[in-house]
């Protein structure tokens, strides 16, 4: 079965400084990925996703990230952290079964 | 268009009581789903639907039901509460994929603001 793993339930930055945040999916054939994100007391709102057009894929407010099938990764990342980015991140996958599988998302604090 | 909308936003529940969460979108999409968050968990598929008259479970469908009567509303019934389902609900929707086989052409999923339910 699919899953989608993100290591590290909080990650907290400092404002300017790089953001990642990793993402591993199990499958053997690649999924469509994509990275939500949830501010609080709000719904998800995508970020971007990866259709297999082009590995590197570039979202919304400066984020983007890369698809790496040897690595069966997708990791987001943003090179300079604003406040506004405090939220959490989720990571999700679908193999043509019509829904998401999701990570259990990671909570991004950034330190002024 | 207003989207996908929930209600309520908050309900407290006692132990086996019943109720609906309500959903609704407005964009004519032809997929709907039901999703629950769970702290550090999180988003698990209850419910999906292909359109109207047509529903299927997901991961964690016990407890629940659902009904598509029409492709606008997709409604989520518990019937009788348990502790074990006070969570955060989301209903999400898509639209019907033109060309299935075109990975660009994938939509994406559109969420509602969620309803918070506590059951005591």
């Known amino acids: 079965a699919q899953s989608v793993t993100q290591l590290g339930s909080h990650v907290s930055v400092s404002e300017g400084a790089l953001v990642l945040l990793r993402c591993n999916y199990s499958?053997?054939?690649?999924?469509?990925l994509f990275w939500y994100v949830q501010y609080p007391n709000q719904g998800l709102q995508l970020l971007l996703k990866?259709?297999?057009?082009?590995?590197l894929v570039k979202g919304i407010n400066g984020f983007e990230a890369e698809f790496k099938k040897s690595e069966t990764s997708f990791h987001l990342t943003k090179p300079s952290a604003h406040m506004s980015d405090a939220a959490e991140y989720f990571c999700?996958?679908?193999?043509?079964?019509?829904?998401?599988?999701f990570g259990s998302g990671t909570r991004l604090q950034v330190q002024p | 268009n207003a989207g996908v909308t929930q209600t309520p936003k908050f309900r407290i529940l006692k132990i086996g009581q019943s109720m609906t969460l309500q959903c609704t979108q407005d964009?004519?999409?032809?997929?709907m789903y039901w999703y629950r968050q769970d702290p550090g968990m999180g988003l698990k598929l209850i419910y999906y639907?292909?359109?109207?008259?047509?529903?299927d479970k997901g991961e964690v469908p016990n407890g629940y039901n659902v009904s598509r009567s029409t492709t606008e509303d997709f409604p989520l019934r518990l019937e009788l509460a348990a502790p074990s389902q006070t969570s955060v609900y989301f209903c999400?929707?898509?639209?019907?994929?033109?060309?299935?086989?075109?990975?660009?052409?994938?939509?994406?999923?559109?969420f509602g603001p969620g309803t918070r339910l506590t059951v005591l």
């Open positions: 999400a929707s898509r639209p019907r994929l033109a060309g299935a086989s075109l990975p660009s052409s994938y939509n994406e999923q559109f």
């Open positions: 499958s053997s054939v690649p999924p469509y």
């Open positions: 990866y259709t297999s057009a082009a590995t």
């Open positions: 999700a996958a679908d193999t043509g079964r019509r829904a998401l599988t």
């Open positions: 964009m004519n999409h032809n997929y």
């Open positions: 639907s292909v359109g109207a008259g047509i529903t």
